[in-house]
């Protein structure tokens, strides 16, 4: 008797991805763009799919940059002569959603996904790129577990 699993994945009509332009509500002009690179890379390593236009795509993966903070202040050190902030955090919220272009069935959504990471002073381009995987995990194990 063969093994396998059921019950997990993707829609059997679901092989391409397209990656509309995510809308941004920042000030941060490139967030979009690194998320959807991001996904672009994470999609077709992880879920097999191929990258395709958003017309010939079978699944559509769209979004909303809704807010992007930094230097949100953590950890302090002190001395004497004055108090610098140490540690600080950012936060990333996005709404993000995976639709079936061939049904037209929303797959997976996410409204309002808040994502945080803590980091020194300085690292916010890493902490940024954390961030950014954090959801487009969120997103890749969302459309997967829905089937």
Known sequence: MPYGFSGGGLPSD???FAVANFENETATAQLPKEITDALRTRIRDRLGLRDATEAKANALIRGTVQRYEVDIPVGYSASNKQ?????????????????DQVTGKTLWQEKGALVQEQYQEGGEAVARK???DQIVNKLIEGAQSQW
Request: hydrophobic letters at 45%; charged letters at 25%.
């Open 14 to 16: 679901v092989h391409t």
């Open 83 to 99: 108090q610098t902030t140490a540690t600080r955090s950012l936060e990333l919220r996005v709404d993000i959603e995976m639709i």
């Open 130 to 132: 954390r961030a950014i």
